[in-house]
């Protein structure tokens, strides 16, 4: 299994569609505080908003709270992605 840790906007984009169509699997009603148009919103609603506008929220929310984000590979087959909160 190969890791990858996303660094930056560009990684991000290139693993964004993998991350926002299995999000479902890996979330609850919990609830994020986005910046502004987002304002407050639970992971369903991000989950069920429009690809592009999903993307997004999940790139701000990585950024605005601190968290890093791995891509996980088998035989260079995406298979799965984690969130870690930096301490």
């Known amino acids: 299994m190969v890791d990858i ?3 930056t906007e560009q990684e ?3 693993y964004s569609n993998f ?8 979330t609850s009603g919990l609830k994020v505080v986005l910046p502004q148009p987002f ?4 992971f369903d609603e991000i989950v069920n908003a429009d690809v592009p506008t999903a993307k997004l929220v999940v790139w ?3 950024k605005q709270e601190n968290l ?7 035989n ?8 870690m909160e930096l301490k």
């Open 5 to 7: 840790k996303i660094n």
């Open 12 to 14: 991000y984009n290139k």
């Open 19 to 26: 991350i926002v169509e299995n999000l479902h699997k890996v």
């Open 39 to 42: 304002g407050l919103m639970t």
């Open 60 to 62: 701000t929310m990585l």
């Open 68 to 74: 890093s984000l791995y891509i996980f590979k088998i």
């Open 76 to 83: 260079h087959e995406l298979v799965s992605f984690a969130v």
